[in-house]
């Protein structure tokens, strides 16, 4: 597709925060609208994630964006109209201390004001939930029944697919390699296939926004790091509602992937950068999760794996908002690990931000200049 020579809008990044923006935009009118993807749609953090979907955290606005997001994954075939094979089987968190305990108790207490059922259940029954993990040494567990996981890739194509229909244009191949602006109003994208001309850029380039803030002069504190999945051979017996399963202290996680298990883990060694390569020095310390957790899946050979990239900030929330220096640079990005479950809540507030709407739920938070004063919360129920 070639390059058009005006828009009144580019979004740079063509993930599920860049397509949703598109599609959100689009619905509401906006006429002009051009999504800029260096490689293929999708092909970066979103495609390697693990899909989860959720609303069990310890901040009430990340609760907040992740409620909006699930009511909007839960009617996705009528709205933008795809099957994005949404399990909907709950998130079980694992807890081994009592700190673990109280920090649940007190964010659970926030979910259940904002309306959504999570609930502290025993370590009995968190075994009954997912049966191939060893309840020794856990004090209890959270579980949030309404959240789950999907595909990324068919949420991308469902918000591309009708973010086309409706007018916008999404270019792939298309790296962007320099921003214009007069005084402090943006004027034109420079691309490696030509120039665009608009006033508006809305950066969602994930990992990599630091460098497209920078070329407006605007901090965007968001560094990659890598994290690494493996999907095992088939395990006969699974539940076929067992929930996706956090444990909390060894950060091993995994949920139901076709016959087999996806399976991941923080790696406390990785040091941050673009590294893109499969390596095996974080499997010792999976196998030794597993061999607390989930001895079982010692026996279960490993059939795929993937690595893709964090892209975290100091305080592990999101960067969500509009620069004050420079009109108009919007931004969504640093969202440390659960960008794609609020991708749709973000496609919302984005578009609204634009078009000088008051979104449903207050962003200023999660501004990007929070961190030049003292008091910003971090996100605790991450992994």
Not at 59 to 67: S, T, V
Request: aromatic residues 6%; proline residues 6%.
């Amino acid at each position: 597709m070639p390059l058009p020579e005006a828009a009144d809008v580019v979004i740079v990044g063509g993930g599920v925060m860049g397509t949703s923006i598109a599609f959100h935009l689009a619905e509401a009118g906006v006429r002009r609208v051009v999504l800029l993807e260096q490689h293929q749609l999708g092909s970066g953090s979103t495609s390697k994630a693990a899909g989860g979907v959720r609303a069990n955290f310890s901040d009430e606005l990340n609760i907040a964006l992740g409620a909006r997001s699930l009511e909007a994954f839960a009617r996705f075939e009528e709205r933008p109209g795809q099957a994005i094979d949404l399990h909907s089987v709950g998130y079980l968190f694992l807890l081994s201390t009592v700190d673990q305990l109280a920090l649940f108790e007190e964010s659970t207490r926030l979910q259940n004001a904002a309306g959504l059922p999570t609930r502290m259940i025993s370590a009995a029954e968190a075994a009954s939930l997912a049966p191939i993990i060893s309840p020794e040494g856990l004090v209890g567990a959270c579980f949030s029944p309404t959240d789950g996981h999907c595909t990324p890739e068919s949420v991308v194509l469902g918000y591309a697919s009708a973010a086309r229909r409706l007018g916008a244009q999404l270019i792939t191949g298309c790296t962007v390699t320099g921003i214009d602006a007069v005084g402090n109003h943006i004027t034109a994208v420079r691309t490696e296939l030509g120039t665009i001309r608009t006033s508006t850029v809305i950066c969602v380039a994930g990992a990599w926004s630091a460098g497209i803030g920078a070329m407006v002069g605007v901090d965007l504190p968001v560094t990659p790091l890598r994290r690494q999945i493996v999907v095992t051979e088939a395990i006969p017996g699974l539940p076929a509602r067992m929930p996706m399963t956090i444990d909390f202290s060894s950060t091993f996680y995994f949920h139901s992937e076709g016959p087999g298990l996806l399976v991941g883990l923080s790696d406390p060694d990785e040091q941050p950068g673009f590294h893109l390569d499969r390596t095996e020095d974080w499997l010792p310390r999976l196998t030794a999760a597993m061999e607390q957790r989930a001895p079982s899946l010692l026996d279960v050979g490993l059939a795929s794996g993937w690595a893709g990239l964090y892209e975290n900030t100091p305080d592990h929330n999101a960067l969500i908002g509009e620069a004050d220096g420079i009109s108009r640079f919007l931004y969504a990005t640093g969202f440390s690990g659960h960008g794609f479950l609020q991708g749709p809540a973000v496609g919302e507030i984005i578009r609204d931000l634009y078009l000088g709407r008051t979104p449903y739920v207050d962003v200023s938070p999660l501004h990007a200049d929070r961190f030049r004063t003292a008091g910003h919360r971090a996100e605790q129920n991450i992994v």
